[in-house]
């Protein structure tokens, strides 16, 4: 079983369109999470990082649940813009590494 | 600007070659890490560093050599004994706390 699991898409949607994207991760000890963006071609930049509480940053808004160990990202009112790949991200306990998933590419469409 | 620079964006060499990729940061972080992808995948961590002087093997370390000798810098040399070295290579670099991490515009490597 890989540590971090995303369904890898592609997801396309037209714009305006709400996108949900899931992630599970199988490292009990993963401390710190987060939502990554990659464009084509392009380094991975952090979008958001994701709190117990759940937490929204104007249309993204992220949820965890440790128990299920499950990580979620929605993306509201999509715009073309947000055509990218999304990556899951999780550290690994008290290391100060991270493990990515393989990511969920997104095509918003006109 | 702070930020993380690396060194060349695309880089060609022979099979069999040795060649070092640049990976430099001004944004005074402790850690510092590399990673490769290859297409349709996440990313691999090839070694990693804390602190100056001081790096680990990642998951795939095998044919691959670092130094951090300057807390700037943390170069990464890809042996001719990786065996499929072509790939996208990302640098990045964190803050002790959190662990955020920030990457650099990575190289491309290909091996011809």
């Known amino acids: 079983r890989k540590e971090v699991e995303q369904d890898p898409g592609p997801f396309n949607v037209p714009e305006g369109a709400t996108v949900a994207f899931n992630c599970t991760y199988s490292?009990?000890?993963?401390?710190?999470f987060f939502w990554y963006r990659q464009d084509c071609r392009k380094e991975p930049k952090l979008l958001m990082s994701?709190?117990?509480s759940g937490n929204e940053d104007g249309r993204f808004t992220a949820q965890l649940n440790r128990a299920s160990q499950y990580i979620s990202l929605l993306i509201r009112d999509s715009k073309l813009s947000d055509s990218a790949t999304y990556l899951c991200?999780?550290?690994?306990?008290?290391?100060?590494?991270?493990?990515f998933g393989s990511g969920t590419q997104l095509t918003v469409l006109p | 600007d702070g930020g993380i620079t690396q060194s060349p964006k695309y880089l060609f060499r022979k099979e069999g070659q040795n060649v070092t990729l640049s990976c430099e940061q001004n944004l005074n972080h402790d850690a510092m890490y590399w990673y490769r992808q290859d297409p349709g995948q996440g990313l691999r961590l090839i070694y990693y560093?804390?602190?100056?002087?001081?790096?680990q093997k990642g998951d795939i370390a095998e044919g691959y050599s670092v130094s951090r000798e300057k807390k700037e810098s943390f170069p990464l040399t890809v042996t001719s004994a990786q065996k499929n070295p072509t790939a996208f290579y990302l640098c990045?670099?964190?803050?002790?706390?959190?662990?955020?991490?920030?990457f650099g515009p990575g190289t491309r490597l290909t091996v011809l």
């Open positions: 490292n009990s000890a993963s401390q710190s």
């Open positions: 994701v709190y117990s």
């Open positions: 560093s804390q602190i100056v002087n001081d790096f």
């Open positions: 991200v999780v550290n690994r306990g008290s290391a100060r590494q991270l493990t």
């Open positions: 990045a670099s964190t803050e002790r706390s959190p662990d955020t991490q920030y």
